[in-house]
Structure formats: structure tokens, C-alpha cells
């Protein structure tokens, strides 16, 4: 029975398969990839969207991105995300998360 970790890697890998067939290499899919994520983070940390309102649902959830030291283990380090999503209109927002008490 193939994991989960497994089918994971397996679509990876095939997603990389496309960018081989043009002749990217690693590092470079890698490098379109970062400054992608980075196009859209400073996008959503600079022009900040109200969502929701009368009627509509919003969904919210928390999450922490970060690395594992060789892929294994604990996590390390991270950033803690607080985000959401309105159903209807399927507008998004997300905000990093200093401080996880409750007061907060």
C-alpha cells in the first residue's frame, strides 16, 4: 500500500516533469517557485481585503509554515498564519500571527 509521503513525492516529481521537458533545472524551477510565493505574500500583506458580510459565510483557519531539519523530525521553526475565505465569493485573507495566546 504507497503512503501518502509517497503520492506526495510522486506528484512532485511529476509536476517537475513538465519544466524538464522544457529545459529547466532544479534550481531553476525552484527560484521561479520562491519568487512566485513571494509575489504573492507581499501582495497579500500590502493590499490587505476585507471579506465577508451580511449573508455570507467566511471560513477561517490557522496554520505554520515552516521546515524540518533534513525533512524529519520536529519542526524547528515557522510562521504562524491566520487566514480565511468567503464561500460565496471565494475572496481570501491572511495575516502572520505574532503571538498564539488567547488573547490574541
Known amino acids: 500500500e504507497e503512503r501518502e509521503w509517497e503520492r506526495k513525492r510522486d506528484k ?3 509536476d517537475h516533469s513538465q519544466y524538464t521537458y522544457l529545459g529547466w533545472g532544479e534550481p531553476t524551477i525552484t527560484d521561479w ?3 512566485l510565493r513571494d509575489v504573492c505574500v507581499e501582495e497579500f ?3 490587505p481585503q ?3 458580510g451580511p449573508g455570507h459565510i467566511v471560513e477561517i ?3 505554520k509554515f515552516g521546515h ?3 525533512s524529519r523530525g520536529r519542526m524547528l ?3 504562524c498564519v491566520f487566514g480565511g ?4 465569493t471565494k475572496d481570501t485573507f491572511m495575516t502572520p500571527v505574532q503571538d498564539r495566546s488567547a488573547a490574541t
Not at 475565505?85 to 460565496?88: N, V, Y
Open 12 to 14: 512532485l516529481e511529476d
Open 33 to 35: 517557485k520562491n519568487s
Open 45 to 47: 500583506l500590502v493590499n
Open 50 to 52: 476585507p471579506i465577508g
Open 61 to 63: 483557519d490557522e496554520s
Open 68 to 70: 524540518r531539519k533534513y
Open 77 to 79: 521553526s515557522g510562521q
Open 85 to 88: 475565505i468567503d464561500r460565496e
